[in-house]
Protein backbone atom coordinates (compact mmCIF):
# COMPACT_ATOMS: atom_id res chain seq x y z
CA UNK A 1 0.00 0.00 0.00
CA UNK A 2 1.48 3.72 -1.18
CA UNK A 3 -0.20 6.53 0.26
CA UNK A 4 0.03 9.72 -2.38
CA UNK A 5 -0.49 13.18 -1.52
CA UNK A 6 -3.72 14.42 -3.56
CA UNK A 7 -4.12 18.32 -3.08
CA UNK A 8 -4.15 20.12 -0.01
CA UNK A 9 -7.69 17.96 1.23
CA UNK A 10 -7.23 14.74 -0.23
CA UNK A 11 -4.99 11.55 -0.57
CA UNK A 12 -4.57 8.61 -3.22
CA UNK A 13 -4.47 4.99 -1.94
CA UNK A 14 -2.36 2.32 -4.77
CA UNK A 15 -3.21 -1.01 -4.52
CA UNK A 16 -1.89 -3.83 -6.01
CA UNK A 17 -5.43 -5.41 -7.03
CA UNK A 18 -9.20 -4.97 -7.13
CA UNK A 19 -9.31 -7.20 -3.81
CA UNK A 20 -6.83 -4.92 -1.90
CA UNK A 21 -9.38 -1.79 -3.08
CA UNK A 22 -12.26 -3.65 -2.11
CA UNK A 23 -10.91 -4.22 1.49
CA UNK A 24 -9.76 -0.51 1.89
CA UNK A 25 -12.72 0.49 0.38
CA UNK A 26 -14.85 -1.40 3.04
CA UNK A 27 -12.83 0.18 5.76
CA UNK A 28 -13.01 3.30 5.41
CA UNK A 29 -16.52 2.50 4.33
CA UNK A 30 -16.98 1.34 7.60
CA UNK A 31 -15.45 4.21 9.90
CA UNK A 32 -17.46 6.95 8.19
CA UNK A 33 -20.57 4.82 8.87
CA UNK A 34 -19.16 4.59 12.31
CA UNK A 35 -18.56 8.40 12.39
CA UNK A 36 -14.58 8.08 12.68
CA UNK A 37 -14.28 9.89 9.47
CA UNK A 38 -17.08 12.57 9.84
CA UNK A 39 -15.88 15.10 7.41
CA UNK A 40 -15.12 12.59 4.38
CA UNK A 41 -16.46 14.14 1.44
CA UNK A 42 -15.91 11.68 -1.55
CA UNK A 43 -14.88 7.96 -1.18
CA UNK A 44 -14.18 6.76 -4.55
CA UNK A 45 -12.79 2.96 -5.01
CA UNK A 46 -11.54 2.63 -8.75
CA UNK A 47 -9.39 -0.01 -10.30
CA UNK A 48 -5.84 0.18 -8.24
CA UNK A 49 -6.64 3.31 -6.31
CA UNK A 50 -9.30 4.70 -3.56
CA UNK A 51 -9.55 7.97 -3.07
CA UNK A 52 -10.22 10.12 0.10
CA UNK A 53 -11.76 13.36 0.28
CA UNK A 54 -12.35 15.42 2.91
CA UNK A 55 -13.74 18.85 3.76
CA UNK A 56 -10.82 21.70 3.51
CA UNK A 57 -8.19 22.05 6.79
CA UNK A 58 -9.82 18.97 8.94
CA UNK A 59 -7.67 16.71 10.57
CA UNK A 60 -9.64 13.68 9.15
CA UNK A 61 -6.91 13.28 6.33
CA UNK A 62 -4.91 11.85 9.19
CA UNK A 63 -7.43 9.81 10.96
CA UNK A 64 -7.87 7.89 7.44
CA UNK A 65 -4.19 7.29 7.48
CA UNK A 66 -4.46 5.88 10.96
CA UNK A 67 -7.73 3.66 9.56
CA UNK A 68 -5.32 2.55 6.92
CA UNK A 69 -2.76 1.27 9.12
CA UNK A 70 -5.40 -1.18 10.17
CA UNK A 71 -6.75 -2.75 7.34
CA UNK A 72 -5.47 -6.30 6.68
CA UNK A 73 -4.67 -6.38 3.02
CA UNK A 74 -3.54 -10.16 2.99
CA UNK A 75 -6.89 -11.90 3.42
CA UNK A 76 -9.71 -11.42 1.43
CA UNK A 77 -12.25 -8.54 1.92
CA UNK A 78 -15.57 -9.71 3.85
CA UNK A 79 -18.30 -10.93 1.13
CA UNK A 80 -20.87 -8.04 1.01
CA UNK A 81 -23.74 -8.86 3.20
CA UNK A 82 -27.20 -9.64 1.79
CA UNK A 83 -28.79 -11.04 -1.07
CA UNK A 84 -27.13 -10.43 -4.78
CA UNK A 85 -29.05 -7.93 -7.46
CA UNK A 86 -30.42 -10.17 -9.82
CA UNK A 87 -29.94 -8.42 -13.40
CA UNK A 88 -32.33 -10.49 -16.13
CA UNK A 89 -30.01 -10.33 -19.63
CA UNK A 90 -31.77 -11.34 -23.19
CA UNK A 91 -28.27 -12.85 -24.44
CA UNK A 92 -28.32 -11.42 -27.80
CA UNK A 93 -24.89 -8.76 -28.26
CA UNK A 94 -23.81 -8.09 -31.47
CA UNK A 95 -20.56 -9.75 -30.21
CA UNK A 96 -22.16 -13.17 -28.45
CA UNK A 97 -20.83 -14.47 -31.65
CA UNK A 98 -17.06 -13.20 -31.17
CA UNK A 99 -17.36 -13.83 -27.74
CA UNK A 100 -17.90 -17.23 -28.16
CA UNK A 101 -15.07 -17.72 -30.86
CA UNK A 102 -12.38 -16.07 -28.59
CA UNK A 103 -13.45 -18.27 -25.54
CA UNK A 104 -13.28 -21.21 -27.93
CA UNK A 105 -16.79 -22.72 -27.36
CA UNK A 106 -20.34 -22.16 -27.98
CA UNK A 107 -22.68 -18.99 -27.22
CA UNK A 108 -24.98 -21.56 -25.44
CA UNK A 109 -21.43 -21.82 -23.10
CA UNK A 110 -20.85 -17.84 -23.08
CA UNK A 111 -24.05 -17.88 -21.48
CA UNK A 112 -23.96 -20.19 -18.93
CA UNK A 113 -20.49 -18.98 -17.92
CA UNK A 114 -21.97 -15.62 -17.45
CA UNK A 115 -24.98 -16.31 -15.63
CA UNK A 116 -22.93 -18.87 -12.97
CA UNK A 117 -20.39 -16.14 -11.96
CA UNK A 118 -21.38 -14.45 -8.84
CA UNK A 119 -19.74 -10.35 -9.18
CA UNK A 120 -19.06 -7.71 -6.94
CA UNK A 121 -19.24 -4.05 -7.88
CA UNK A 122 -15.92 -2.92 -7.61
CA UNK A 123 -16.15 0.60 -8.87
CA UNK A 124 -18.27 2.67 -11.08
CA UNK A 125 -16.90 5.52 -13.61
CA UNK A 126 -17.44 6.42 -17.31
CA UNK A 127 -21.26 7.66 -16.84
CA UNK A 128 -22.76 7.59 -13.70
CA UNK A 129 -24.32 4.22 -12.42
CA UNK A 130 -21.67 2.60 -14.41
CA UNK A 131 -20.40 -0.08 -12.84
CA UNK A 132 -17.20 -2.11 -13.18
CA UNK A 133 -17.85 -5.66 -11.44
CA UNK A 134 -14.99 -8.44 -10.72
CA UNK A 135 -15.47 -11.84 -10.67
CA UNK A 136 -15.90 -12.89 -14.64
CA UNK A 137 -14.85 -16.48 -15.33
CA UNK A 138 -11.34 -16.51 -16.73
CA UNK A 139 -12.71 -17.46 -20.92
CA UNK A 140 -14.81 -14.37 -20.67
CA UNK A 141 -11.83 -11.94 -19.62
CA UNK A 142 -11.26 -10.75 -23.08
CA UNK A 143 -9.59 -7.74 -24.77
CA UNK A 144 -12.34 -4.40 -25.72
CA UNK A 145 -13.30 -4.07 -29.77
CA UNK A 146 -10.48 -2.26 -31.60
CA UNK A 147 -12.85 0.27 -32.78
CA UNK A 148 -15.36 1.98 -29.99
CA UNK A 149 -18.96 2.05 -31.23
CA UNK A 150 -19.84 5.48 -31.12
CA UNK A 151 -23.78 4.72 -29.65
CA UNK A 152 -23.87 1.72 -27.29
CA UNK A 153 -27.68 1.24 -26.93
CA UNK A 154 -29.15 1.48 -23.08
CA UNK A 155 -28.79 -1.70 -21.06
CA UNK A 156 -26.52 -3.63 -23.00
CA UNK A 157 -24.22 -5.69 -20.80
CA UNK A 158 -20.46 -6.42 -22.39
CA UNK A 159 -17.43 -7.51 -21.06
CA UNK A 160 -13.53 -5.86 -21.24
CA UNK A 161 -10.61 -7.27 -19.62
CA UNK A 162 -11.36 -8.11 -15.77
CA UNK A 163 -14.48 -6.79 -15.71
CA UNK A 164 -18.59 -7.43 -16.90
CA UNK A 165 -20.87 -4.24 -17.15
CA UNK A 166 -23.92 -2.37 -18.12
CA UNK A 167 -24.40 0.69 -19.68
CA UNK A 168 -26.98 2.65 -17.91
CA UNK A 169 -27.87 4.80 -21.03
CA UNK A 170 -26.99 5.21 -24.24
CA UNK A 171 -23.51 6.09 -24.96
CA UNK A 172 -19.91 5.69 -27.03
CA UNK A 173 -18.49 2.56 -25.70
CA UNK A 174 -15.69 -0.26 -26.35
CA UNK A 175 -16.77 -3.22 -24.74
CA UNK A 176 -17.92 -6.48 -25.76
CA UNK A 177 -21.35 -6.59 -25.75
CA UNK A 178 -22.94 -10.10 -24.92
CA UNK A 179 -26.52 -8.80 -24.23
CA UNK A 180 -29.49 -6.36 -22.84
CA UNK A 181 -31.03 -5.91 -20.13
CA UNK A 182 -34.46 -3.57 -19.61
CA UNK A 183 -33.66 -3.21 -15.66
CA UNK A 184 -32.82 0.77 -14.87
CA UNK A 185 -29.75 0.68 -13.38
CA UNK A 186 -29.47 4.64 -12.69
CA UNK A 187 -32.26 6.65 -11.89
CA UNK A 188 -31.23 10.29 -10.29
CA UNK A 189 -34.63 10.52 -8.66
CA UNK A 190 -34.24 6.68 -7.14
CA UNK A 191 -33.02 6.30 -3.44
CA UNK A 192 -30.43 5.01 -4.33
CA UNK A 193 -30.36 5.89 -7.44
CA UNK A 194 -27.46 3.51 -8.52
CA UNK A 195 -28.24 -0.03 -8.46
CA UNK A 196 -24.60 -0.90 -8.89
CA UNK A 197 -22.84 1.14 -6.50
CA UNK A 198 -19.27 -0.31 -5.07
CA UNK A 199 -19.87 -3.49 -3.05
CA UNK A 200 -23.14 -4.74 -4.27
CA UNK A 201 -23.08 -8.33 -5.31
CA UNK A 202 -24.81 -8.98 -8.42
CA UNK A 203 -25.94 -12.51 -10.74
CA UNK A 204 -27.12 -12.78 -14.25
CA UNK A 205 -29.75 -14.83 -14.91
CA UNK A 206 -31.20 -15.70 -19.09
CA UNK A 207 -34.87 -13.81 -19.09
CA UNK A 208 -37.16 -15.58 -21.02
CA UNK B 1 -48.81 22.86 -1.46
CA UNK B 2 -50.35 24.38 -4.68
CA UNK B 3 -48.90 28.04 -5.98
CA UNK B 4 -51.06 29.78 -8.81
CA UNK B 5 -48.90 32.50 -8.59
CA UNK B 6 -45.62 31.06 -8.69
CA UNK B 7 -42.64 33.65 -9.02
CA UNK B 8 -41.16 33.32 -12.39
CA UNK B 9 -38.50 34.68 -14.96
CA UNK B 10 -38.63 34.35 -18.37
CA UNK B 11 -35.00 33.96 -20.63
CA UNK B 12 -35.74 35.80 -23.55
CA UNK B 13 -31.99 35.07 -24.45
CA UNK B 14 -29.68 32.78 -23.32
CA UNK B 15 -26.74 34.34 -25.37
CA UNK B 16 -24.22 31.51 -26.32
CA UNK B 17 -24.79 29.33 -22.90
CA UNK B 18 -26.56 29.78 -19.66
CA UNK B 19 -26.53 27.35 -17.32
CA UNK B 20 -28.43 26.89 -14.04
CA UNK B 21 -25.75 26.43 -11.34
CA UNK B 22 -25.45 26.01 -7.58
CA UNK B 23 -23.17 24.30 -5.51
CA UNK B 24 -23.18 21.47 -7.26
CA UNK B 25 -23.82 17.98 -6.35
CA UNK B 26 -20.18 16.37 -4.77
CA UNK B 27 -20.26 13.41 -2.30
CA UNK B 28 -21.56 10.96 -5.54
CA UNK B 29 -18.06 10.28 -7.47
CA UNK B 30 -18.08 6.93 -5.76
CA UNK B 31 -21.25 6.46 -8.91
CA UNK B 32 -19.84 8.26 -11.19
CA UNK B 33 -21.67 11.30 -10.80
CA UNK B 34 -19.52 14.50 -11.50
CA UNK B 35 -19.97 17.37 -8.52
CA UNK B 36 -20.80 20.19 -11.11
CA UNK B 37 -21.61 23.77 -9.99
CA UNK B 38 -20.38 27.12 -10.66
CA UNK B 39 -17.36 27.09 -11.60
CA UNK B 40 -16.41 30.60 -9.98
CA UNK B 41 -17.88 30.22 -6.92
CA UNK B 42 -17.31 33.21 -4.98
CA UNK B 43 -19.31 35.11 -7.49
CA UNK B 44 -22.40 32.86 -7.20
CA UNK B 45 -21.75 33.37 -3.56
CA UNK B 46 -21.68 37.30 -3.87
CA UNK B 47 -24.95 37.43 -6.05
CA UNK B 48 -26.87 35.58 -3.98
CA UNK B 49 -25.72 37.50 -1.41
CA UNK B 50 -26.57 41.01 -2.73
CA UNK B 51 -29.68 39.59 -3.26
CA UNK B 52 -30.20 38.48 0.69
CA UNK B 53 -29.84 34.51 -0.66
CA UNK B 54 -28.71 31.74 1.12
CA UNK B 55 -25.28 31.67 -0.37
CA UNK B 56 -25.82 28.25 -1.87
CA UNK B 57 -28.84 29.14 -3.59
CA UNK B 58 -29.37 28.37 -7.74
CA UNK B 59 -28.56 31.21 -10.25
CA UNK B 60 -27.41 31.16 -13.69
CA UNK B 61 -24.36 31.11 -15.10
CA UNK B 62 -23.67 32.83 -18.27
CA UNK B 63 -20.96 32.61 -20.59
CA UNK B 64 -20.20 35.73 -22.40
CA UNK B 65 -22.94 37.25 -21.13
CA UNK B 66 -25.62 38.76 -24.26
CA UNK B 67 -28.43 37.49 -22.13
CA UNK B 68 -31.65 39.30 -21.83
CA UNK B 69 -34.44 38.21 -18.45
CA UNK B 70 -37.91 39.41 -17.76
CA UNK B 71 -39.11 39.50 -14.43
CA UNK B 72 -42.36 37.73 -14.00
CA UNK B 73 -43.20 39.01 -10.59
CA UNK B 74 -41.07 41.44 -8.94
CA UNK B 75 -37.67 40.63 -7.40
CA UNK B 76 -34.26 41.89 -6.57
CA UNK B 77 -31.36 40.81 -9.25
CA UNK B 78 -27.81 41.30 -8.96
CA UNK B 79 -24.67 40.31 -11.51
CA UNK B 80 -21.61 39.11 -10.51
CA UNK B 81 -18.17 37.89 -12.00
CA UNK B 82 -16.16 40.03 -14.27
CA UNK B 83 -17.84 44.19 -14.43
CA UNK B 84 -20.62 44.35 -17.32
CA UNK B 85 -22.74 47.01 -18.19
CA UNK B 86 -27.07 46.10 -17.22
CA UNK B 87 -29.64 47.73 -19.02
CA UNK B 88 -33.37 47.93 -17.42
CA UNK B 89 -36.25 48.39 -20.00
CA UNK B 90 -39.74 48.73 -18.67
CA UNK B 91 -42.41 46.41 -19.19
CA UNK B 92 -43.54 46.77 -23.16
CA UNK B 93 -46.23 48.65 -23.89
CA UNK B 94 -45.77 51.54 -21.31
CA UNK B 95 -45.85 54.35 -22.80
CA UNK B 96 -42.81 56.32 -23.10
CA UNK B 97 -40.43 53.00 -22.99
CA UNK B 98 -37.79 53.65 -20.46
CA UNK B 99 -34.66 52.05 -20.29
CA UNK B 100 -31.92 52.76 -17.71
CA UNK B 101 -28.07 51.57 -17.16
CA UNK B 102 -27.31 49.95 -13.94
CA UNK B 103 -24.05 48.52 -13.14
CA UNK B 104 -23.51 44.73 -12.00
CA UNK B 105 -22.07 43.64 -8.72
CA UNK B 106 -25.37 44.95 -6.78
CA UNK B 107 -28.81 44.40 -6.17
CA UNK B 108 -31.35 46.00 -9.03
CA UNK B 109 -34.88 45.69 -8.21
CA UNK B 110 -37.51 44.50 -11.19
CA UNK B 111 -40.72 45.28 -11.60
CA UNK B 112 -42.97 42.99 -13.20
CA UNK B 113 -42.68 42.79 -17.49
CA UNK B 114 -38.77 44.50 -16.54
CA UNK B 115 -36.39 43.24 -18.81
CA UNK B 116 -32.72 42.59 -17.71
CA UNK B 117 -30.12 42.70 -20.40
CA UNK B 118 -26.68 41.64 -19.54
CA UNK B 119 -23.86 42.65 -22.37
CA UNK B 120 -21.46 40.90 -22.84
CA UNK B 121 -18.35 41.33 -20.59
CA UNK B 122 -15.09 42.84 -21.87
CA UNK B 123 -13.25 40.50 -19.60
CA UNK B 124 -13.46 37.04 -18.06
CA UNK B 125 -15.98 34.63 -19.55
CA UNK B 126 -18.56 34.11 -16.80
CA UNK B 127 -21.35 36.25 -15.09
CA UNK B 128 -23.51 35.26 -12.11
CA UNK B 129 -26.93 36.00 -11.99
CA UNK B 130 -28.74 36.05 -8.74
CA UNK B 131 -32.97 36.25 -8.43
CA UNK B 132 -34.36 36.86 -4.98
CA UNK B 133 -35.86 33.62 -3.79
CA UNK B 134 -33.33 31.34 -5.84
CA UNK B 135 -33.71 29.24 -8.89
CA UNK B 136 -36.02 26.59 -7.77
CA UNK B 137 -36.25 23.82 -10.64
CA UNK B 138 -36.53 20.77 -8.92
CA UNK B 139 -33.23 18.84 -7.34
CA UNK B 140 -31.33 16.20 -8.69
CA UNK B 141 -29.01 14.44 -6.06
CA UNK B 142 -29.52 17.43 -4.31
CA UNK B 143 -28.31 20.06 -6.59
CA UNK B 144 -30.01 22.20 -9.12
CA UNK B 145 -26.89 22.33 -11.19
CA UNK B 146 -26.33 21.54 -14.97
CA UNK B 147 -24.01 19.21 -15.57
CA UNK B 148 -22.95 19.28 -19.07
CA UNK B 149 -20.76 15.57 -18.76
CA UNK B 150 -23.39 13.45 -17.49
CA UNK B 151 -26.41 15.43 -18.34
CA UNK B 152 -27.86 15.29 -15.00
CA UNK B 153 -29.91 18.53 -14.22
CA UNK B 154 -31.35 21.10 -16.05
CA UNK B 155 -30.56 21.53 -19.30
CA UNK B 156 -29.07 24.71 -21.10
CA UNK B 157 -31.54 27.45 -21.17
CA UNK B 158 -33.41 28.26 -24.54
CA UNK B 159 -34.69 31.20 -25.63
CA UNK B 160 -38.25 31.44 -24.13
CA UNK B 161 -38.22 29.30 -20.72
CA UNK B 162 -39.24 30.35 -17.97
CA UNK B 163 -37.49 29.71 -14.68
CA UNK B 164 -39.66 29.18 -11.26
CA UNK B 165 -38.23 31.31 -8.53
CA UNK B 166 -37.97 30.17 -4.82
CA UNK B 167 -39.62 31.98 -1.64
CA UNK B 168 -38.13 35.31 -0.47
CA UNK B 169 -36.13 34.53 2.65
CA UNK B 170 -36.74 37.57 4.33
CA UNK B 171 -33.31 38.77 4.39
CA UNK B 172 -32.68 42.02 3.37
CA UNK B 173 -30.19 42.46 0.17
CA UNK B 174 -26.77 43.73 1.00
CA UNK B 175 -26.81 46.77 0.45
CA UNK B 176 -24.21 49.57 -2.11
CA UNK B 177 -22.16 48.58 -4.68
CA UNK B 178 -19.36 45.56 -4.37
CA UNK B 179 -16.42 46.84 -6.50
CA UNK B 180 -15.09 44.55 -9.41
CA UNK B 181 -12.16 44.42 -11.34
CA UNK B 182 -11.43 42.99 -14.73
CA UNK B 183 -10.00 39.75 -15.30
CA UNK B 184 -6.60 40.12 -15.84
CA UNK B 185 -4.60 38.49 -19.67
CA UNK B 186 -2.16 36.50 -17.39
CA UNK B 187 -3.07 33.39 -14.61
CA UNK B 188 -1.12 32.45 -11.64
CA UNK B 189 -2.48 29.20 -10.11
CA UNK B 190 -0.56 27.80 -7.05
CA UNK B 191 -0.07 23.61 -7.80
CA UNK B 192 0.73 20.99 -5.50
CA UNK B 193 2.17 18.31 -6.72
CA UNK B 194 1.22 14.91 -6.68
CA UNK B 195 -0.31 11.62 -7.04
CA UNK B 196 1.83 11.22 -10.20
CA UNK B 197 4.30 13.56 -10.68
CA UNK B 198 7.05 11.35 -10.03
CA UNK B 199 6.33 10.04 -13.77
CA UNK B 200 7.27 13.48 -15.21
CA UNK B 201 10.64 14.60 -15.46
CA UNK B 202 11.36 17.45 -13.40
CA UNK B 203 8.07 17.99 -13.03
CA UNK B 204 8.92 21.23 -10.51
CA UNK B 205 11.33 23.07 -12.79
CA UNK B 206 9.33 23.06 -16.05
CA UNK B 207 6.17 24.49 -14.10
CA UNK B 208 8.54 27.14 -12.73
CA UNK B 209 9.89 28.44 -16.22
CA UNK B 210 6.65 27.06 -18.37
CA UNK B 211 3.49 29.66 -19.70
CA UNK B 212 1.13 27.99 -20.98
CA UNK B 213 -1.88 29.56 -23.19
CA UNK B 214 -5.54 28.67 -22.67
CA UNK B 215 -7.39 26.64 -25.74
CA UNK B 216 -10.24 27.21 -27.48
CA UNK B 217 -11.23 23.70 -26.63
CA UNK B 218 -11.63 24.47 -22.78
CA UNK B 219 -14.83 24.38 -21.01
CA UNK B 220 -16.67 23.31 -18.04
CA UNK B 221 -15.20 19.93 -18.15
CA UNK B 222 -11.59 20.72 -18.38
CA UNK B 223 -9.27 24.01 -19.29
CA UNK B 224 -6.70 22.21 -22.44
CA UNK B 225 -3.32 23.98 -21.87
CA UNK B 226 -1.01 24.82 -24.88
CA UNK B 227 2.77 25.30 -24.07
CA UNK B 228 5.93 23.04 -23.03
CA UNK B 229 5.65 19.68 -23.19
CA UNK B 230 5.74 17.48 -19.69
CA UNK B 231 7.52 14.69 -20.46
CA UNK B 232 7.75 11.36 -19.11
CA UNK B 233 10.65 9.94 -17.58
CA UNK B 234 12.72 7.42 -19.23
CA UNK B 235 10.72 4.54 -17.08
CA UNK B 236 6.81 5.80 -16.97
CA UNK B 237 7.56 6.31 -21.03
CA UNK B 238 5.15 3.29 -22.15
CA UNK B 239 3.43 2.74 -18.98
CA UNK B 240 -0.55 2.41 -18.75
CA UNK B 241 -2.58 3.60 -16.04
CA UNK B 242 -5.44 1.98 -14.63
CA UNK B 243 -8.16 4.65 -14.26
CA UNK B 244 -8.44 6.67 -11.17
CA UNK B 245 -10.17 8.72 -9.25
CA UNK B 246 -9.99 12.72 -10.23
CA UNK B 247 -10.68 15.95 -8.72
CA UNK B 248 -11.43 19.36 -9.75
CA UNK B 249 -7.99 21.05 -10.22
CA UNK B 250 -6.44 18.10 -11.16
CA UNK B 251 -3.94 18.63 -13.69
CA UNK B 252 -3.79 15.55 -16.31
CA UNK B 253 -1.14 14.80 -18.60
CA UNK B 254 -2.12 13.05 -21.75
CA UNK B 255 0.97 11.49 -23.73
CA UNK B 256 1.13 14.50 -25.79
CA UNK B 257 2.38 16.49 -23.07
CA UNK B 258 -0.03 19.01 -23.07
CA UNK B 259 -1.68 19.70 -19.49
CA UNK B 260 -5.75 19.74 -18.95
CA UNK B 261 -6.89 20.79 -15.66
CA UNK B 262 -10.07 19.52 -14.53
CA UNK B 263 -13.19 21.81 -13.97
CA UNK B 264 -16.59 21.16 -12.19
CA UNK B 265 -18.10 18.55 -14.69
CA UNK B 266 -15.00 16.39 -14.88
CA UNK B 267 -15.36 12.78 -15.15
CA UNK B 268 -15.04 10.89 -11.69
CA UNK B 269 -11.93 8.79 -13.19
CA UNK B 270 -9.12 9.21 -15.62
CA UNK B 271 -6.86 6.88 -17.24
CA UNK B 272 -4.14 9.32 -17.74
CA UNK B 273 -1.14 10.51 -14.65
CA UNK B 274 -2.29 13.33 -12.45
CA UNK B 275 0.75 15.44 -12.19
CA UNK B 276 -0.68 17.61 -9.33
CA UNK B 277 -3.80 19.86 -8.31
CA UNK B 278 -4.52 23.37 -8.62
CA UNK B 279 -5.54 24.56 -5.14
CA UNK B 280 -9.25 25.13 -4.55
CA UNK B 281 -8.72 29.32 -3.60
CA UNK B 282 -6.89 29.65 -7.27
CA UNK B 283 -10.05 27.85 -9.37
CA UNK B 284 -12.30 31.05 -10.24
CA UNK B 285 -9.59 32.33 -11.82
CA UNK B 286 -9.53 29.82 -14.30
CA UNK B 287 -13.03 29.57 -14.62
CA UNK B 288 -12.89 33.26 -16.32
CA UNK B 289 -9.67 32.72 -18.26
CA UNK B 290 -10.51 33.45 -21.87
CA UNK B 291 -8.48 31.25 -24.44
CA UNK B 292 -5.61 33.03 -24.82
CA UNK B 293 -4.84 34.17 -21.54
CA UNK B 294 -1.44 33.20 -20.48
CA UNK B 295 -0.82 30.54 -17.12
CA UNK B 296 1.56 30.43 -14.86
CA UNK B 297 1.51 26.69 -12.90
CA UNK B 298 3.19 27.60 -9.56
CA UNK B 299 4.42 24.80 -7.76
CA UNK B 300 4.00 24.99 -3.56
CA UNK B 301 5.13 22.63 -1.19
CA UNK B 302 2.90 19.75 -0.61
CA UNK B 303 0.53 19.47 2.76
CA UNK B 304 3.15 17.11 4.42
CA UNK B 305 1.26 14.16 3.94
Known amino acids: ?208 | MSRPNRRMITVLQPGPLALVVDLGRPGHAHLGVPPAGALDVPALRLANRLVGNPEAAAGLELLMGQAELRAESSCEVAVTGPPVPLRVTAASGSRPTRTRAVSSHRAVHLEPGEVVAVAGPSSGLRNYVAVSGGVDVPPVMGSRSADLLSGLGPSPLRAGQRLPLGPVQGAPPEAGVVPASEVAARASVAVMLGPRHDWFSDPTGVLRTGRWEVSPASNRIGLRLAGPALTRRAEYRDRELPSEPMLTGSIQVPPDGQPMIFLADHPTTGGYPVLGVVLPDDLPVLAQARPGTTVHLRPVGSAGT
Open chain 1, 1 to 208: MRVLPYGPSALLVELDSVDQVRAVHSALHEAYRAGRLPDVVELVPAARTVLVAVRPGSSDLHAARAELSAVPLDRPPPAPSGPPLIVPVHYDGADLELVARTANCSSAEVVSMHTGGVYTVAFCGFSPGFGYLTGLPAPLRQPRLDTARPEVPTGSVGIADEFTGVYPRASPGGWRLIGRTEMTLFDPSAQPPAALAPGRRVRFRAAS
